[in-house]
Structures are given as structure tokens and as C-alpha cells.
């Protein structure tokens, strides 16, 4: 079996190319016989003429003899000039690009191992592409600037919890990414937290346990409340509340949280009134969701990324969720929703002081 001339592990996520390429470059390092024979170049570079030392340093170290023979492994570790950036669209770095090509042509894979890491990467650049294709590529995959890439994440997830002998559940998947913002060091570290408070093999993560013990990071969804307050358990929703404001949190964040899923919960209930769509135990059926994406795209001109203004951007298992998992609320329910959103938010703007206040009492009249 022939060796790959190299391999080029890249993804938007940079911890997660971490993981993958720390494992690879365990694998070269196995087969080489003396530390003096791996080398690590940084290509982490905020410069033009930073890519060109990184270039050249990377040229010396895959040229250079081992110092007791054999074959040497070099890691260029770290590669920021291939982003979609000011630097990577900079001519000279093209350039650079181009001689670190023709350096990884002439390599001898019996002599040397190279393993690339790069993250993000800009995948339309010519370099890119022939770097997916002329040796070993390995895609991480992980959630984009957009939100996109989620997929990744949720195989991560699985593994972690395969290591720690706990298993998730559908539901309590979406809540933790959506808890932790998409940070994938995050997750794998409240995987671990909760796992061990859990103390069993074969115990479950639910999304209970999730809202529980493990708080909102950045500027992820405040899953608590808006669950709470859509299962339409007015309990729950004001104990939900009440940790929420303990925290020291605002009622913007919340009020934001619940008018994105009512606005999706809006175009769900006007669709499947409208026989566009059907919701059974599986969810919301795709030929019916798609053939309805495709009738009203001209309503939705301009918002093709990810938007709750536009359902048919939404994952459609998370839809079918929304819709099937208790009883859809009427349309005039759901427009009355959002007017006492609108009222709530007037309300804690008038009076700062009393957010926790003004929340609970929506919720009151909405719930009661």
C-alpha cells in the first residue's frame, strides 16, 4: 500500500482539527525512529511576509536529511493564510500558495510524512482544492460563522458520550448546542460534567438535566424558558423564569427567544392549515415540506440562510419537532403571543427595574 504524498486535515471548526490532527500526527510519529526526525512548523502567521517564512521554513524542513536516516514527519500546524481574508486574497500569499505546491509535488512519501492543518479554509481557492485532492484529506466538519455545520457536532457528541458510557437523547442534542453556542470545547466538556453527575453507565442526558446544569454561553437560545413556556406548563415557565433573573440575566434575550420560535411556529400552523404540509409521528413529511419550500420561495427573496423569518431554511426534523411533540397552538393564539411579547418588551422598557415582573405576568396571561 502506497503512502499519501501528505495529509491535509482542515475544517471551520479549529478544535476539532486539533483533535483529528493530533491523532494523525500520533500515527506518522509511530513509525519514526528518533525525536530528531519530527519537526513542527507554525503556520499561523497574521503577515504577507510571515507566510513567506512559514513557506520556507516549511521547504528546509521537509529537505533536510534525517540526522540519523530514516524518515522524518513534519507537521505544518496551524495554517491561517488559506481563510477568506484579507491576507489569504493577498496576491503574494497566492504566490506563497504556489511554491508550497510545487515543494509538496516533489515530495518522497517513503522519506517524509506531512501532515497540513488549517482552519478555516476558504474551500473556492485553487490551492485548497488541489490540496483536497493530491493527498490525504480529512474533513472535521463543525458549526460555521452561520450557524452551519451542526451535523459534526452531534458525531462528536455521540462519541464522547460512547467514551463516557452515557448515552443522549434526540431532543437533549439540540438544547446542549444550542446551550453551549455551537462551542465545541464546551460541549465535550459539559458531556463530561454531566456524565459524571449522572455516576452510571448507561444512564441518559435529557434535555432536563441539560436545563438544569448547564447554563446559556454566549449568545446561544435561552432553551428554558421557551420550552417551558410552549409546553404550555405555567409552573415550569415562571420557575424558569426565576432562574433566569437569579442569574443576573435580561428579559431581552428571553422575549428575543420566544419570538423566533413563534414566528416559526406562525408559518408551521398556517402551512399545515393550508394542507401544504403534513405533521405525523415521524414529523413533518419532506416531499410535502419541500414541495411547499419550492411554491413560496418568491415570498421569502433574500433570506436563504438560516432565518426564523424563513422556515424552510430550518433543519426539518426540528420542525417536525416543534410541530408534533404537543399540540400545535392555534393561529390566533400564536398572533396573540406575539402582540404580548411586544407589550412585555414595552413594558421592561418602561421600567427596567422590573423585568422579572413584567415577564411573569406575560406569561401569566398567555398560560392561564
Known sequence: MSLPRYTFVAGPDDFLVSRVAKETWAELCSGVSDDFSQEVINGYVGKVDEVEQAVNSFRDAVQTMGLFGGRRVVWLK????MADNVLGRSETTQKACDDLREILEGINPDEVGVLITASPV????????????????????GMDSKGKGAEALIEVMKDECASMKVSIDRQAVEVL???????SRLLLEE???????????GATITSKLIEQLTPNFGEGDFFESTEAFFSRNLTWTLDALRRHFFAGNDAR???ASLQNRNRLLIQIRSLVDGGEIQVGPRGIAKPGFEKAAAKYASFYDGLNKKSNFNVFTQNLWYMGKLAGESKLPSLKRLIDHQQEFIRAFEEIVERPNEQEDALRTMAIRCLS
Open 78 to 81: 496551524s495554517v491561517s493564510f
Open 122 to 141: 476558504d474551500r473556492r481557492k485553487r490551492f485548497a482544492k488541489w490540496l483536497e485532492k493530491g493527498g490525504t484529506y480529512l474533513a472535521t466538519g
Open 177 to 183: 448546542i444550542s446551550k453551549v453556542n455551537g462551542n
Open 191 to 201: 458531556i463530561r460534567k454531566l456524565a459524571t453527575y449522572l455516576g452510571e453507565e
Open 253 to 255: 434575550p428571553v422575549i
